[in-house]
C-alpha cells in the first residue's frame, strides 16, 4: 500500500506478477514478503534479473524482527538500499515510525537530507535504542512462535514464517489484501 501511494504521482506502478522487469524499471520488494510474510515466490528470480539488467532495488525489511528463517545475501550489485522498521515488532510503536535505511550512495532524498541535518525526531531514536537494548533481535520468535503454531492449528491456517501471521485458504478470502495470500494477523491471539 505504501509503495503504490508513493509511486502514484510520478511512476507507472505495477506489482513484480504484473510483467517481467525490465531495463528502467525500480523495485520495491520486502522481504519477508508483506502479504504472506515468507519470502516472495520470485525474489531470487528478480533479483538475478535486476542483477543483470542493473534495475535497482530497495528491500524493504519491515518484518524482519517478527520473521524466522530469513536467509538472502544482501551484497547484490542490484540492491541499493535496504530499510528497517520496528513498528511491527513491538505494539505501540507504529505511530513513532522508527526506521532506518540504508544506501549505497547518498541520493540528495528527504532521507538523506533529514540525517545530514541531524533532523531524526530524537523522541523515537531514544525509544528505539530502549527497545533495542533491551530485548533480544528474536524475542518475538523466542516468546511467540509456540503460540502462533498452536493458533493457526486451531484455526487451520498455515503457520508464516512471521510469527504474527497466519495463512488461510478460500475460507479466509475476507482476509486478502489484494494479493494471492489470505493473511490472518495473530497479534491479538498471541497475546492472550
Known amino acids: ?13 505495477k506489482l513484480i506478477e504484473d510483467g517481467p522487469v ?28 535486476c542483477n543483470r539488467i542493473e ?8 518484518y524482519m524482527n517478527v520473521a524466522t528463517g530469513i536467509r538472502f545475501d544482501v551484497d547484490q550489485p542490484c540492491v ?61 520468535q523466542t516468546t511467540y512462535r509456540a503460540k502462533q503454531l498452536g493458533v493457526c492449528e486451531k484455526l487451520g491456517v498455515t503457520a508464516s514464517d512471521t510469527v504474527i501471521y497466519g495463512l488461510g485458504d478460500h475460507k479466509w478470502q475476507a482476509y486478502n489484501r489484494g494479493g494471492q495470500y489470505n493473511r490472518l494477523c495473530l497479534s491479538g491471539l498471541l497475546e492472550q
Open 1 to 13: 500500500m505504501y509503495h503504490r501511494a508513493v509511486w502514484k504521482q510520478r511512476y507507472s506502478f
Open 22 to 49: 525490465e531495463r528502467g524499471d525500480a523495485i520495491v520488494i520486502s522481504y519477508p514478503f508483506s502479504d504472506s510474510g515468507n519470502k516472495h515466490p520470485l525474489m531470487d528470480e528478480v533479483i538475478a534479473t
Open 55 to 62: 534495475v535497482p532495488v530497495l528491500l524493504d525489511c519491515s
Open 80 to 140: 541499493v538500499a535496504l530499510a528497517f522498521s520496528l513498528s511491527k515488532t513491538f505494539y505501540g510503536l507504529g505511530p513513532l515510525r522508527i526506521g532506518v535505511r540504508f544506501r549505497r550512495e547518498f541520493n540528495d532524498d528527504l532521507v538523506d537530507i533529514c540525517n545530514t541535518l541531524d533532523s531524526a525526531n530524537p523522541h523515537s531514536c531514544a525509544v528505539a535504542l530502549a527497545f533495542i537494548n533491551r530485548f533480544d533481535v528474536d524475542f518475538n
